[in-house]
């Protein structure tokens, strides 16, 4: 009977032992388990911050959108062009073209009909400004969810522009050697055909008293006309010359001081519009600049009776008599450069003419040669310097100059105004 109490005791021990054993071995189990899962949550994670922080690196608008172009997921770079407005759940054309249907070339379009990578460029305008963008679109695999494509666009409007304008450097120079071997061939006759013109001129008296009166009345009529279109073709011979030939002789110049000095050339004509008024906004601790002041004057009143004609020149080319409005000329110091801007708010350029507004011989004028900004423009670049002309959200239509600066601040004038 004890020795049955003892197997007994020892089975029952036993089995406790071997419960406990269980358990230490489920319980040592699960520790290892969960050791390898806290292990893949971390390499999960560190995945994850890696693949975001790359996300993150892109400069470029990021999008992923479903079948509809409506937008699923963004990256900040797409949401910093959009402040305070939730992306996500918007659609990608209404957001950028403000349209109620998808953009007739979009790359995304063509990339979820044909699941093959496409390209294409648009200009979108954003925050009051046209933004240039090259895109790419990609179609996405999504098991079970459906198609997506994912939309890379680049800004590329700095670009653009640096391009555009050394394309305009390239053409204003052979545009300037042109104009310098016609104005040296026109120079030549012209200058024959006015000295003969002067020599009929100066006979007329003689045949007076042989030929029919009406005979010297014509010829004097001629000749005097000849000699005025002359005159006129050395006018555009010169405008030739002053173009090609803008190497700037400089000196320390005070900008704003000249620009004073400027307007006491335009003074009379300002003066005849007695709704006109010319505001001037001069820093007054405007330092010297390393320039020619002769050739930048003429800039600066090419740039000012551009703006003066847009206030009271009719688009049928007829003077506004009771013409209204204001003309600003702000000078200002910013990132090593002067700044000189000439703003006006006139009828204004229509949008499609602005690429074209430095080229030279281009006007809207009835009247004019269309050379002064092609002139101002050639000017601004000997100097180093960059001339912008923009159609502001305003209306109103400014003309930046920018020009290196050197030497040692000289005080000038402060605001003034000038007209009724």
């Known amino acids: 009977m004890e020795q049955m109490e003892q197997e007994l005791e020892e089975d029952l021990v036993c089995s406790i032992l071997g419960i406990r054993q269980t358990k230490l071995s489920f319980f040592q189990e699960w520790q290892r388990n969960l050791r390898d899962l806290k292990q893949a949550h971390q ?22 959108l479903d079948k509809d172009l409506r937008i699923l997921s963004v990256n900040q770079v797409m949401q910093n062009l959009f402040p305070g407005r939730n992306c996500e759940g918007e659609y990608c054309y209404r957001l950028f073209a403000d349209a109620a249907d998808p953009c007739p070339e979009c790359p995304a379009f063509f990339s979820l009909l044909h699941q093959t990578v496409n390209r294409g460029s648009a200009i979108f305008q954003l925050n009051g400004s046209n933004r240039h963008f090259d895109m790419v ?8 969810q459906g198609r997506a494509v994912l939309m890379f666009k680049r800004d590329v409007t700095r670009e653009k522009a640096l391009q555009a304008q050394i394309y305009q450097a390239e053409k204003m120079a052979s545009i300037g050697m042109l104009a310098a071997g016609v104005a040296h061939e026109i120079n030549n006759p012209l200058t024959a055909i006015a000295g003969f013109a002067e020599g ?43 173009f090609s030939r803008v ?5 320390a110049v005070c900008l704003s001081a000249m620009i004073e000095e400027a307007f006491s050339l335009l003074r009379h004509s300002i003066k005849r519009f007695k709704g006109i008024v010319i505001r001037l906004e001069l820093d007054p601790d405007m330092p010297d600049v390393w320039l020619d002041d002769t050739q930048v004057r003429q800039v600066v009143l090419n740039l000012v009776t551009n703006a003066l004609d847009a206030l009271t020149i009719s688009p049928q080319g007829e003077e506004i008599k009771e013409a209204q409005g204001v003309i600003v000329i702000r000078t200002m110091r910013e990132s090593g450069f002067v700044i000189l801007q000439v703003e006006d708010n006139g009828s204004g350029i229509e949008p499609h003419h602005l690429p074209m507004v430095f080229d030279p011989f281009f006007t809207t004028k009835t009247k004019g040669l269309g050379l002064g900004l092609a002139i101002s423009y050639s000017v601004v670049k000997a100097h180093g310097g960059d001339i912008r002309l923009v159609r502001t959200p305003e209306g109103t239509t400014r003309v ?21």
């Open 247 to 251: 190497q700037p002789s400089k000196k």
């Open 400 to 420: 930046t100059v920018s020009l290196p600066l050197q030497g040692l601040g000289v005080l000038a004038p402060g605001h003034a105004v000038i007209g009724a």
């Open 43 to 64: 390499e999960s994670e560190r995945q994850r911050l890696a693949n975001a922080a790359i996300l993150e690196g892109i400069t470029d608008v990021m999008m992923v």
């Open 137 to 144: 679109a990609s179609p996405l695999e999504r098991p079970g």
């Open 200 to 242: 009929i001129r100066r006979r007329i008296p003689q045949l007076t008293a042989s030929a029919p009166p009406e005979f010297a009345s014509d010829l004097d009529e001629y000749s005097g006309i000849i000699l005025q279109e002359c005159n006129r073709c050395r006018d555009i011979v010169q405008a030739l010359v002053n």
